[in-house]
């Protein structure tokens, strides 16, 4: 993305925000509560109106954006709260997530494909989502995105919510995912510690701005962390 300026209202909140991610990385984006993450992946994904600048993947543009057309070319979104289909059940939430999907063959591979991942959920198939721990429904809320076999991941703060072990959990499955399959995550985490020690690149936002970009490891040194952060 580039230069890109949005927010709610007449409010704004993202104040010209330039972006990159290759193929492959896991890119962290960190900040303070209210500096601008989440209406940043929102507008990327097409979910808010772009006041200002723009969004291209793989080489194409989107002008503007639109979750049809991103999902189309290979993004997928969770949004912040492992958000599900609460009354459907966890078969239900898969076929929903594989509602683009060309025929039911197809579909059943990408769910045999997620059991690998999560076979946790292969033995929840008849249960109500709403019913699910919160570790359960977090890897469901992937699970529905990995269906389409996303090239790029837009993650909105996975560990909410979670116990301290299942945040570590969280994080191990996502790195996995990424180094298995070789897909592209962008992730907001609030859980910073944890984050940059999977992430390969980070950017710290701070009021709409990038306050800094850099390589993980720069910042995985505490009294760095905090000049930056803080």
Excluded: C
């Amino acid at each position: 993305m580039e230069s890109l300026v949005t927010g709610y209202g007449k409010k704004q909140v993202v104040n010209g925000v330039s972006l990159e991610i290759a193929p492959g990385e896991i890119v962290a984006l960190i900040g303070h509560n209210g500096a601008g993450k989440s209406t940043l992946l929102k507008a990327i994904f097409g979910l808010l109106p772009i006041w200002h600048g723009q969004v291209a993947f793989d080489g194409k543009d989107f002008h503007p954006p639109n979750p049809r057309d991103l999902l189309s070319a290979g993004v997928a979104y969770v949004p912040q709260g492992n958000r599900v289909f609460t009354d459907l059940t966890v078969r239900e939430n898969l076929e929903m997530g594989g509602v683009t999907l060309s025929n039911k063959a197809q579909l059943k591979e990408r769910q045999e494909r997620v059991f690998v991942l999560f076979p946790r959920l292969a033995g929840r198939l008849r249960q109500r989502a709403g019913t699910l721990s919160g570790g359960e429904k977090q890897m469901l809320a992937l699970a529905n995105a990995l269906i389409l076999s996303p090239r790029l991941l837009l993650l909105d703060e996975p560990s909410l919510g979670l116990a301290p072990p299942l945040v570590t959990e969280a994080l191990a499955r996502i790195e996995q995912i990424n180094r298995d399959s070789g897909v592209t995550v962008l992730i907001i985490e609030q859980k910073v510690r944890e984050v940059l020690r999977i992430a390969h690149r980070v950017y710290v936002l701070r009021n709409g701005l990038v306050s800094f970009s850099g390589a993980a490891d720069a910042l995985r040194d505490e009294k760095t962390l905090r000049n930056v952060y803080l």
